[in-house]
């Protein structure tokens, strides 16, 4: 049984203050939860992040990682950066990075490389627009982004992925897929992972869904059998609502 995974992504919100504020107001209130609840915040609030939850069994993580060791990149983060603020994850590939950055499969691929490398684990994030869904190309979409995105996978390597299937279209737009749409393309990212790696492998690896989930939808959607949780954008703002998610898987 794959545990359900609650992960928050704050996205560009919340000063250090801010998110000390929100975590000292929420730990108490997941108490009596059953998941793993993350969250992926600013690079800024991590630290204070890592010790707002110190004695929680809340994990910490970043939202974007550079491949590169070290180097001449005017605004971008290292592994080794990441790993001693305290991140134990990070967000690789969401949507707003490959169509605000243009961040490219390629790209991604070197970053999830490098973050398992450095001993980070990582959430992959992958999924198609909403002109993809309408021209019939979603699988497609979703076939040639594990392929781009995803290195060669040891072994040991596979417990330290998760991957975020989040359509774009339903991203931020209050618009959530439906639990049977979003199982559907859960059911072929794991039949696919399957065809790379063998289908023992490919069930170890968690699969959550994203975009526009919230307390109304989030049971139903959490209920299907190849969603093990939840990425979780606008609703993981506020502590009492996102506990509420964090609650009812
Ligand atoms: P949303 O964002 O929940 O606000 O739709 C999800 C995400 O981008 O990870």
Redesign the pocket.
């Given at each position: 049984m794959r545990k359900k995974v609650i992960a928050g992504?704050w996205?560009m919100f919340k000063t250090v203050a801010e998110a000390r504020s929100f975590l000292t107001a929420f730990i108490p209130l997941v108490e009596g939860s059953s998941a793993q609840v993350l969250f992926a915040v600013p690079f800024t609030a991590l630290h204070a992040a890592v010790q707002a939850v110190a004695g929680s069994k809340i994990v910490i993580g970043a939202q974007n990682m550079h491949d590169a060791k070290e180097g001449a990149f005017t605004g971008e983060i290292s592994s080794s950066m990441l790993k001693e603020a305290g991140a134990q994850f990070v967000l690789l590939g969401?949507?707003?990075r490959r169509a605000i950055f243009h961040e490219s499969n390629e790209f991604i691929q070197r970053k999830v490389k490098s973050a398992l490398a450095a001993g980070i684990k990582v959430i992959l994030?992958i999924g198609e627009s909403e002109s993809e869904r309408e021209a019939g190309k979603t699988e497609e979409v979703l076939r040639a982004q594990l392929d781009g995105s995803l290195p060669e996978m040891q072994f040991a390597d596979l417990d330290q992925l998760t991957i975020?299937y989040?359509p774009v279209w339903?991203?931020?737009?209050g618009k959530s897929a439906t639990a049977a749409m979003a199982q559907e393309a859960h059911r072929f990212c794991r039949m696919h992972l399957g065809k790379k790696w063998g289908e023992e492998r490919a069930r170890r690896v968690a699969l959550l869904y994203?975009?526009?989930?919230k307390p109304e939808n989030c049971k139903e959607i959490l209920a299907q059998p190849d969603i093990d949780g939840a990425?979780?954008?606008?609703?993981s703002l506020d502590p009492q609502v996102f506990a509420k998610i964090a609650l009812s898987s």
């Open positions: 992504n996205k969401h949507s707003e994030c975020a989040e339903a991203i931020g737009t994203g975009g526009s989930v990425l979780v954008g606008g609703a």
